[in-house]
């Protein structure tokens, strides 16, 4: 049986085949631990980490590298993050060794070295032990259907966005349309693919309108408004992303809709990157976000902690 849906405030979603319900995560093995693990220490480690992964890098055997890896992980700090990940430690061992085992630069990837790469992982992880017990979205039609999430559209044509965001072409006109405009105006816009799916969750719409409002203040008259490069993926996504060469790491929080990407090179051009970077990195210090850069485009995540609140904001908001 197939059965629509629609989300609340948004446009109707395609079908979704009730078949097919979305991957929820297994719980992380063991009784959860006492306390939430340290985060600035975990962030440390991991930069601790990162310096004796370069001095490696170039080592022309892995097993150096799989020592390192196998002894620095069970570090307390560490240890605490990972093992609360629904992979534990030992999955999230392996799961490095194997990307690092695999990992071929690539001019698309944020992951530019083997160091960036183990970075973004770990680092990411964070995301992944913040919402384990949230269920994936493994397709796109569950993307594009699910009643969680909110159509931007819907909200932008009603000036309720305090950002922007660039929708990928969805035909050869349009593609061939966008590359015109990119031709002729190089520096208009950030060089970004765009949103495969225009679909968030409500917390993250109110997420980004705070900071965009904050970035707005912050900067000087004329300076574009904050821009998005991505948020909710599919885990069906992530994959043909991986293809592809990015650095699309799984599980991720794009796929629980609580992840996103934000421009942050392009600001240079206008003097404020490192406004945003600030406005950011302020956010993560108050424990609502998780950031990590990644070049272009810095990572956010939306921390549980924060996401009741934002989620009455965006509610006091949009008058619903």
Same mark, same amino acid.
């Given at each position: 049986?197939?059965?629509?849906?629609?989300?609340?405030?948004?446009?109707?979603?395609?079908?979704?085949?009730?078949?097919?319900?979305?991957?929820?995560?297994?719980?992380?093995?063991?009784?959860?631990?006492?306390?939430?693990?340290?985060?600035?220490?975990?962030?440390?480690?991991?930069?601790?980490?990162?310096?004796?992964?370069?001095? +490696?890098?170039?080592?022309?055997?892995?097993?150096?590298?799989?020592?390192?890896?196998?002894?620095?992980?069970?570090?307390?700090?560490?240890?605490?993050?990972?093992?609360?990940?629904?992979?534990?430690?030992?999955?999230?061992?392996?799961? +490095?060794?194997?990307?690092?085992?695999?990992?071929?630069?690539?001019?698309?990837?944020?992951?530019?070295?083997?160091?960036?790469?183990?970075?973004?992982?770990?680092?990411?992880?964070?995301?992944?032990?913040?919402?384990?017990?949230?269920?994936?979205?493994?397709?796109?039609?569950?993307?594009?259907?699910?009643?969680?999430?909110?159509?931007?559209?819907?909200?932008?044509?009603?000036?309720?966005?305090?950002?922007?965001?660039?929708?990928?072409?969805?035909?050869?006109?349009?593609?061939?349309?966008?590359?015109?405009?990119?031709?002729?105006?190089?520096?208009?816009?950030?060089?970004?693919?765009?949103?495969?799916?225009?679909?968030?969750?409500?917390?993250?719409?109110?997420?980004?309108?705070?900071?965009?409002?904050?970035?707005?203040?912050?900067?000087?008259?004329?300076?574009?408004?904050?821009?998005?490069?991505?948020?909710?993926?599919?885990?069906?996504?992530?994959?043909? +992303?991986?293809?592809?060469?990015?650095?699309?790491?799984?599980?991720?929080?794009?796929?629980?809709?609580?992840?996103?990407?934000?421009?942050?090179?392009?600001?240079?051009?206008?003097?404020?990157?490192?406004?945003?970077?600030?406005?950011?990195?302020?956010?993560?210090?108050?424990?609502?976000?998780?950031?990590?850069?990644?070049?272009?485009?810095?990572?956010?995540? +939306?921390?549980?902690?924060?996401?009741?609140?934002?989620?009455?904001?965006?509610?006091?908001?949009?008058?619903?």
């Amino acid at each position: 049986m197939r059965v629509p849906s629609r989300s609340p405030g948004g446009r109707p979603g395609p079908t979704v085949a009730s078949t097919a319900p979305a991957r929820r995560l297994p719980a992380s093995s063991g009784p959860p631990p006492a306390t939430d693990p340290d985060l600035v220490a975990y962030r440390e480690a991991v930069a601790d980490l990162l310096v004796e992964v370069g001095a +490696l890098a170039d080592a022309p055997s892995t097993a150096a590298r799989q020592v390192l890896i196998d002894e620095r992980l069970r570090e307390p700090a560490l240890a605490a993050v990972l093992d609360a990940t629904p992979q534990g430690l030992l999955g999230a061992r392996e799961t +490095l060794l194997l990307e690092m085992a695999r990992y071929q630069p690539n001019p698309r990837s944020s992951a530019r070295d083997l160091t960036a790469l183990v970075r973004i992982y770990l680092l990411s992880r964070i995301d992944v032990m913040w919402w384990r017990d949230v269920a994936d979205f493994v397709t796109d039609d569950q993307v594009q259907g699910s009643p969680d999430l909110v159509d931007l559209e819907w909200l932008r044509r009603r000036d309720l966005l305090r950002f922007r965001y660039r929708e990928q072409p969805a035909t050869v006109v349009g593609r061939s349309w966008h590359a015109l405009r990119r031709r002729l105006r190089p520096e208009a816009t950030p060089r970004t693919a765009g949103l495969l799916a225009r679909r968030a969750r409500r917390e993250v719409v109110a997420l980004l309108n705070d900071l965009g409002r904050e970035f707005a203040a912050a900067t000087p008259p004329g300076t574009p408004p904050l821009w998005v490069t991505s948020l909710t993926r599919s885990v069906e996504h992530q994959h043909r +992303l991986r293809r592809l060469g990015y650095a699309a790491m799984l599980p991720s929080g794009h796929c629980t809709g609580y992840a996103m990407d934000v421009e942050m090179t392009w600001y240079a051009r206008y003097g404020v990157q490192e406004t945003l970077a600030a406005l950011l990195l302020t956010r993560q210090q108050a424990g609502e976000i998780n950031v990590i850069d990644e070049g272009q485009a810095w990572h956010v995540c +939306l921390a549980p902690v924060a996401g009741r609140r934002l989620r009455r904001a965006y509610e006091a908001e949009m008058g619903v």
